[in-house]
């Protein structure tokens, strides 16, 4: 075991008293020459600056951006833009919700999940900078990449490239040997390799390493007294605070299941209307949603692409009326 925990200081020590933190994030703040051998080579020291970096684990951690994503211009509630804290931020002035600055964002977690920023070191410093193009970033595999941002998803083998929803080449199948393959992202999902071709996994039960199995943490979970990569639903989330939604695959354009707490347990979404409120439809929905009124009681949870589109029909009316 690499930590222990001391709830009198709620903290997480591992010897001589020296204590380490850990968040939910999976970054743990050993220096380069603690990083890999404390954690028993499941971490890395991010950089090959020993004065910047983080300890990271060895595992993809790719949460697929869903296609349906609500924008901070469509985030109404001033609710579900704070909860859009690594993206928006909230205009009093204006009572809108406005795209962050990414000198606002401190730590690689929230940096990197803004598809408008990136992560990287200048000079001594590892900081988030506005995203120009994956392909200016130094990366030979899709790992190294997504270190930057979540945007950035293949290599080259020399710089990062971003890849469309829409492109389909690039398939895992296309490529020839374990190196390009493994932990790579593909057009068709995350490729893995079965011996002797790349595929790209599809299902949870594809996995066979436990590391591998946490690429997405709302899709698969690891069993360990089965010792097996499993599906999540609902029904087997025990807490209250992990009840949100579960991805239902676990490919480049995954469908959602929406959950909520239900007398003591996490039950599936059946009515939008009737179980999501203004607190859990933004995180509920897997921000595909939002809350239609900046009062919580009042409004509905709307689906942000149906929302755009009725605006954007109601705009080409108007200018067809004034024409």
Same mark, same amino acid.
Request: aromatic share 12%.
């Given at each position: 075991?690499?930590?222990?925990?001391?709830?009198?200081?709620?903290?997480?020590?591992?010897?001589?008293?020296?204590?380490?933190?850990?968040?939910?994030?999976?970054?743990?703040?050993?220096?380069?020459?603690?990083?890999?051998?404390?954690?028993?080579?499941?971490?890395?020291?991010?950089?090959?600056?020993?004065?910047?970096?983080?300890?990271?684990?060895?595992? @993809?951690?790719?949460?697929?951006?869903?296609?349906?994503?609500?924008?901070?211009?469509?985030?109404?509630?001033?609710?579900?833009?704070?909860?859009?804290?690594?993206?928006?931020?909230?205009? !009093?002035?204006?009572?809108?919700? +406005?795209?962050?600055?990414?000198?606002?964002?401190?730590?690689?977690?929230?940096?990197?999940?803004?598809?408008?920023?990136?992560?990287?070191? @200048?000079?001594?410093?590892?900081?988030?900078?506005?995203?120009?193009?994956?392909?200016?970033?130094?990366?030979?595999?899709?790992?190294?990449?997504?270190?930057?941002?979540?945007?950035?998803?293949? !290599?080259?083998?020399?710089?990062?490239?971003?890849?469309?929803?829409?492109?389909?080449?690039?398939?895992? !199948?296309?490529?020839?040997?374990?190196?390009?393959?493994?932990?790579? +992202?593909?057009?068709?999902?995350?490729?893995?390799?079965?011996?002797? /071709?790349?595929?790209?996994?599809?299902?949870?039960?594809?996995?066979?390493?436990?590391?591998?199995?946490?690429?997405? /943490?709302?899709?698969?979970?690891?069993?360990?007294?089965?010792?097996?990569?499993?599906?999540?639903?609902?029904?087997? +989330?025990?807490?209250e605070s992990a009840c949100t939604y579960v991805d239902t695959t676990i490919d480049r354009h995954p469908s959602i299941q929406m959950c909520y707490w239900n007398n003591s347990r996490c039950a599936n979404v059946t009515s939008i209307s009737d179980t999501l409120t203004s607190s859990n439809c933004y995180i509920n929905s897997g921000?595909?949603?939002?809350?239609?009124?900046?009062?919580?009681?009042?409004?509905?949870?709307?689906?942000? !692409?149906?929302?755009?589109?009725?605006?954007?029909?109601?705009? +080409?009316?108007?200018?067809?009326?004034?024409?």
């Amino acid at each position: 075991m690499m930590c222990q925990w001391y709830p009198q200081h709620r903290q997480c020590g591992y010897q001589n008293n020296i204590f380490y933190y850990y968040d939910n994030y999976n970054i743990i703040p050993l220096n380069q020459n603690q990083c890999y051998s404390y954690s028993s080579g499941e971490y890395h020291w991010s950089s090959n600056d020993y004065k910047v970096g983080e300890c990271l684990k060895c595992s @993809v951690d790719y949460p697929q951006r869903k296609k349906n994503q609500c924008t901070c211009e469509e985030l109404i509630y001033q609710g579900d833009c704070a909860l859009a804290g690594e993206s928006c931020l909230w205009n !009093s002035q204006l009572a809108q919700c +406005i795209q962050i600055d990414c000198y606002m964002l401190k730590t690689r977690s929230s940096c990197i999940s803004n598809y408008n920023c990136h992560w990287i070191q @200048v000079d001594d410093v590892m900081q988030c900078l506005p995203m120009t193009k994956c392909s200016n970033l130094p990366g030979s595999n899709s790992y190294q990449c997504l270190a930057y941002s979540y945007r950035c998803t293949q !290599s080259d083998g020399q710089f990062c490239q971003e890849l469309s929803r829409l492109d389909q080449s690039n398939k895992c !199948s296309s490529i020839q040997n374990y190196t390009s393959c493994y932990l790579t +992202i593909g057009s068709d999902g995350v490729c893995a390799w079965n011996g002797q /071709n790349c595929y790209a996994l599809s299902e949870c039960s594809q996995i066979t390493q436990s590391n591998l199995c946490g690429i997405n /943490n709302y899709a698969c979970q690891w069993n360990s007294d089965i010792n097996k990569c499993i599906s999540l639903n609902c029904e087997n +989330i025990l807490t209250e605070s992990a009840c949100t939604y579960v991805d239902t695959t676990i490919d480049r354009h995954p469908s959602i299941q929406m959950c909520y707490w239900n007398n003591s347990r996490c039950a599936n979404v059946t009515s939008i209307s009737d179980t999501l409120t203004s607190s859990n439809c933004y995180i509920n929905s897997g921000r595909t949603y939002s809350w239609s009124d900046n009062n919580s009681t009042k409004g509905h949870c709307e689906s942000c !692409s149906n929302d755009y589109l009725m605006r954007a029909t109601t705009f +080409i009316v108007l200018l067809l009326i004034n024409y």
